[in-house]
């Protein structure tokens, strides 16, 4: 091992900016890094690997990014993206905005020119004014000057990246403050931890009781789930809370598994029903986006009332009128909730219970019916079947998820057992989260993961399968082919070239992972894609299985057909 691999190539009494950020960052816990190496933070990696955290090297910054945002999420802990100036810093800023928009704590830290030649836009390689471009995507940008302002940088950064409502924080490190050099003592006295980096936060008691006296009151009462409840780990009060007040509940997509999908009280299978006819809403950690109608009729009844816990309180009334804003961290909020049931107590109206289940049971039998259904070529329903089967044995599996049709209708097929086990697009409804997603999750837990991904979703970040297999992780890739965004039959209107919507027809996902030194399956059947999926789980390690689906299985836009605005005209074709 020579000096730099041993982290002891300095004198005793000097330090410079780069051991100082290590410093810094080992002193917060923080024990991983997603990034791309490059001038001038190949060091930094380097060291950061010396000194025991763990570099794990992407090929692309926007794949390294969401790793770090999906580590945040898991972690509680702001994941660390670190990327290389001007190009390699824009190719990380797609991930800092989608952190900042799902309220995932990041830090993205990235090496920077001199401001003299920045400011005086004299050229400098891969001159970019970075800090500038990342502040409206993030939720704070810093940038660091000097060598003594390490680790105050990196204190601010992960103070800003956790605490409040989470989001993503960009720290710039211009090159000449990881060379600046410091006496080795003054330096050290320069770093510090974070105390308590996300303080609790209590409403008052007069929003609890008033929260309490509207759901009490309520005829057809509700709770929605969000991820900021999973991001909370809120687990446990939120059991007691729903248990002891009978209320049933609706999982946001990441919140699936917060409690088991199979509680008695789960609703995701009634969804419809549950939001047109709930008088009263408690929202924990769901915000009133497009994801939740805005909360507007047609999806709400009109007259639906909304409560709402949330760590910030300029949520509140952002779409509907909150009745009740109760602005705290959900552990403290349900906590306090289930408190004050001695005093106000709730009961959900049993007839309220029945109509839901009444639903429920319904919609569980046409499902189950749709998913029994075995055409050839293989759709999506007949492929998430043998998904289910074999993730129900594995309830330990994270699952991560991206495409249109594969997103919704895995889902609403694959349940969930356990918190923070979820991973998907997101609020920003985003493609290439995928493999990012996939590696963070296996990288922080060390269990498998499988990425259900559609073919195009796929391709966002497809390369990172060589990341996948350069690491040994367990990540099993389940590729749904059916040759298109969406789907794969259409033809275009004119001319020789494929329509817009078209991918290589007949394509074999599973060769790029062999490329790589891992174990491709293609699969035309649901038992196929059983048993290819159960010997990668029995022995997890990188594998991809291409799932050939029928071209035309797949609606345009997936269950997001009202957004897509459509011609009006007759189109125009080119003959010539
Ligand atoms: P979903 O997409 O699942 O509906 P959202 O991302 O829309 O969830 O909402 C998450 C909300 O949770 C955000 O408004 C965020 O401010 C909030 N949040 C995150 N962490 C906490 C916490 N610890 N306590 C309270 N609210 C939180
Ligand atoms: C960064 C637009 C939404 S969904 C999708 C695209 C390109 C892919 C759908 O096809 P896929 O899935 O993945 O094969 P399936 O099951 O329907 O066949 N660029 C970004 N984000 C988004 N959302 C898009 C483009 C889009």
Redesign the pocket.
């Known amino acids: 091992m020579n000096a730099t691999e041993s982290g002891n190539d300095r004198p005793e009494s000097v330090t410079d900016g780069f051991h100082l950020v290590v410093d810094a960052l080992k002193l917060n816990d923080i024990d991983v890094i997603y990034g791309v190496v490059g001038i001038p933070v190949t060091d930094l990696a380097r060291l950061a690997q010396a000194s025991g955290i763990r570099y794990i090297g992407f090929r692309h910054e926007s794949a390294a990014g969401h790793a770090a945002a999906a580590a945040g999420f898991l972690t509680g802990r702001p994941g660390v993206c670190l990327t290389v100036s001007g190009p390699g810093f824009l190719n990380g800023m797609v991930a800092l905005a989608n952190a900042t928009?799902?309220?995932f704590p990041m830090v993205h830290i990235a090496g920077s020119s001199d401001r003299a030649l920045v400011d005086l836009q004299r050229g400098d390689y891969e001159e970019l004014d970075q800090l500038a471009a990342a502040r409206p995507f993030a939720k704070a940008a810093y940038r660091i000057d000097r060598i003594e302002d390490i680790g105050r940088g990196i204190a601010r950064a992960i103070r800003t990246a956790v605490s409040?409502?989470?989001g993503g924080v960009y720290l710039d490190i211009p090159a000449h403050v990881l060379s600046q050099s410091m006496g080795a003592a003054a330096g050290a006295a320069t770093v510090w931890r974070v105390v308590d980096p996300?303080p609790r936060?209590s409403p008052s008691d007069a929003a609890v009781s008033a929260a309490l006296r509207l759901l009490g009151a309520a005829e057809r009462p509700l709770i929605?789930?969000?991820?900021?409840?999973?991001?909370?780990r809120?687990e446990h009060q939120i059991r007691d809370f729903v248990e002891q007040t009978g209320i049933p509940y609706l999982p946001?997509?990441?919140?699936k598994g917060l409690l088991p999908d199979d509680h008695p009280q789960c609703l995701a299978a009634a969804r419809s029903l549950a939001l047109s006819r709930a008088d009263v809403v408690l929202?924990?950690?769901?915000?009133l986006?497009w994801?939740?109608g805005h909360g507007a009729s047609p999806q709400w009844s009109a007259s639906a009332q909304f409560i709402q816990?949330?760590?910030?309180a300029a949520?509140f009334d952002s779409n509907q009128p909150t009745a009740v804003p109760l602005a705290?961290?959900?552990?403290s909020?349900v906590e306090a909730l289930s408190a004050g049931l001695h005093e106000v107590p709730v009961h959900c109206p049993t007839g309220w219970r029945e109509e839901l289940d009444a639903r429920r049971t319904r919609n569980a039998a046409a499902l189950e019916h749709r998913l029994a259904e075995d055409p050839r070529p293989m759709r999506f329903y007949s492929a998430l079947r043998a998904v289910r089967a074999v993730v129900r044995r594995h309830p330990e599996v994270y699952l991560v998820n991206e495409g249109a049709n594969t997103l919704d209708i895995t889902r609403n097929v694959i349940e969930m057992q356990l918190p923070r086990h979820r991973l998907d697009c997101?609020?920003w409804g985003v493609m290439g989260v995928g493999l990012g997603y996939a590696i963070a999750a296996a990288v922080q837990s060390g269990r498998p993961v499988i990425a259900i991904e559609g073919d195009s979703a796929f391709g966002f970040s497809g390369m990172e399968m060589e990341t996948i297999c350069r690491y040994r992780l367990p990540v099993v890739v389940v590729v749904f082919n059916n040759g298109g965004v969406y789907r794969g039959d259409e033809v275009a209107s004119t001319g020789t070239d494929p329509a817009p919507t078209v991918l290589s027809p007949g394509a074999h996902h599973e060769r790029i992972i062999e490329a790589f030194g891992g174990t491709g399956h293609h699969v035309r059947t649901p038992d196929e894609l059983t048993a290819a999926l159960t010997a990668a789980l029995a022995d997890p390690g990188p594998v991809l299985i291409d799932c050939e689906l029928d071209t035309s299985a797949g609606t345009e836009s997936g269950h997001l057909t009202n957004l897509n605005p459509r011609v009006t005209v007759p189109v125009r074709t080119t003959t010539a």
């Open positions: 928009v799902n309220c409040g409502r989470p996300a936060q929605v789930l969000g991820k900021g409840a999973a991001y909370a809120a946001m997509a990441m919140a929202l924990v950690g769901a915000r986006n994801l939740l816990i949330d760590v910030d949520e705290g961290d959900i552990c909020t997101g609020t």
